[in-house]
């Protein structure tokens, strides 16, 4: 793996590249997107890759990449504009693209307004509230977790968060009359931090979950868009707004092995099952080629 800078007026924006150059005539790079997960999520995943150029990277303001513009919010137009500056300093595009979360809604981004960029996007669980029907209760339950953050700090936004992203089904009267969950109760801390900046807890991220995605764009643009669930993920907010996406694209989602963080390996408290994610993207992706 060589690690890499691409410096541009607005940010530094740090990227991995693993695995052999691309070969002449072979497969293009396989870009791995994610937010706010940052390029250190992806080790395992890109591991069960050696046989391909794989390129990672941190968003602007997270892990490594360096803001210049004195922004602290996350715009997915914004960061597919920084999508495209890498595909095009790479000089290796077309590319094939995995993009989870909203790293996902991102990539639909790029495709939107750089179609000609990428041959195959796997879009996975894409947070996008504007495909629900319950948006407007999808909305209020976001709300809930940001608010929870600024009233006592990190534990009790991520207990708040892990609560929304678990609710199976629709946001209804009785999600929103349940007691407001104990960080304790998820071995989280339990005293302020006094951070609120995290950008999964606070609203620096909420134009990535408001995103409204451009279906007309997505169906005439010429690379294949499949949108992919966890086949642990049930009911859950990202899994409803995957079926929903799909739907809207004509499609139905295709099934990935475990949950949201699938491709996450043992490095994480919240470990999936990478190998068998990896052998599932592989098909896709030559279904796709």
């Not at 669980?125 to 709300?143: K, M, S, T």
């Not at 998820?186 to 005293?191: A, I, K, S, V, W």
């Not at 907010?237 to 491709?263: D, I, N, Y």
């Amino acid at each position: 793996m060589t690690t890499q800078v691409l410096e541009t007026p607005e940010v530094d924006l740090v990227y991995d590249v693993h695995g052999p150059p691309p070969a002449a005539g072979g497969r293009p790079p396989l870009f791995m997107v994610g937010q706010p997960m940052d390029a250190g999520g992806f080790g395992a995943l890109a591991s069960h890759f050696p046989d391909r150029t794989v390129v990672t990277y941190d968003p602007r303001g997270l892990g490594r990449s360096i803001r210049k513009d004195g922004r602290v919010d996350q715009v997915p137009e914004t960061q597919a504009g920084d999508l495209h500056a890498l595909i095009e300093a790479l000089g290796a595009g077309p590319v094939e693209m995995f993009a989870s979360s909203g790293g996902a809604v991102t990539a639909l981004a790029l495709v939107t307004a750089h179609p000609e960029c990428v041959t195959t996007l796997v879009a996975h669980e894409p947070p996008l509230i504007a495909v629900l029907p319950d948006a407007r209760a999808a909305e209020r339950a976001r709300a809930g977790v940001r608010d929870a953050y600024e009233d006592a700090g990190s534990g009790a936004g991520m207990a708040a968060f892990i609560v929304m992203t678990s609710w199976q089904g629709e946001f209804t009267d009785a999600y929103f009359a349940q007691p407001a969950p104990a960080p304790a109760a998820f071995g989280l801390p339990t005293e302020d931090d006094r951070s609120r900046d995290d950008p999964l807890l606070s609203d620096r991220s909420w134009a990535i979950s408001d995103y409204r995605p451009d279906v007309d764009a997505l169906t005439a643009a010429p690379a294949r868009i499949v949108i992919a669930v966890g086949e642990e993920s049930g009911d859950t907010f990202t899994a409803r707004t995957s079926v929903a996406m799909a739907e809207l694209l004509g499609q139905r989602p295709a099934v990935f092995p475990s949950h949201h963080g699938g491709f996450v390996g043992g490095e994480s408290g919240y470990a999936g099952q990478p190998e068998a994610f990896a052998r599932r993207l592989r098909e896709v992706l030559d279904d796709a080629g």
